[in-house]
């Protein structure tokens, strides 16, 4: 019903920034109720880093506010996530989500999510 496919990883240096892309397959795409970014880095668990809501309402982790930036084109129903003034601790596979219809849970946690891209690489070095 929804594929999602995760592009624009890639290493920088501490400081830098990347812009990362998900494209979504998906018929109806306004039935998407969220849609988000998570990441994992190795050893450690799954972790939300940003989410949009009904296309308007976005929320960030503490760890990324005023660094990183979620956004969606519905025209090219992609989502996006820029980051700036990315640190060694922002490495980690980066995962794009949705959840397709409406849902009472909360988006910004991982068991809501029901689609999945494959993920793409961010490394920052210091």
């Known amino acids: 019903q929804v594929q999602l496919v995760e592009s624009g990883g890639g290493s920088v240096q501490a400081g830098g920034s990347l812009r990362l892309t998900c494209g979504a397959s998906v018929h109806i795409y306004n039935n998407i109720y969220c849609m988000g970014w998570f990441r994992q880095a190795p050893g450690k668990e799954r972790e939300v880093v940003a989410t949009?809501?009904?296309?308007?309402?976005?929320t960030y982790a503490d760890s990324v506010k005023g660094r990183f930036t979620i956004s969606q084109d519905n025209a090219k129903k992609n989502l996006y996530l820029q980051m700036n003034s990315l640190k060694p601790e922002d490495t980690a596979t980066y995962y794009c989500?949705?959840?397709?219809?409406?849902?009472?849970?909360?988006?910004?946690?991982?068991?809501?999510?029901?689609?999945w891209g494959q993920g793409t690489q961010v490394t920052v070095s210091s």
């Open positions: 989500a949705a959840v397709w219809g409406y849902t009472p849970m909360s988006c910004m946690e991982a068991a809501t999510y029901g689609y």
């Open positions: 949009i809501r009904r296309e308007t309402t976005t």
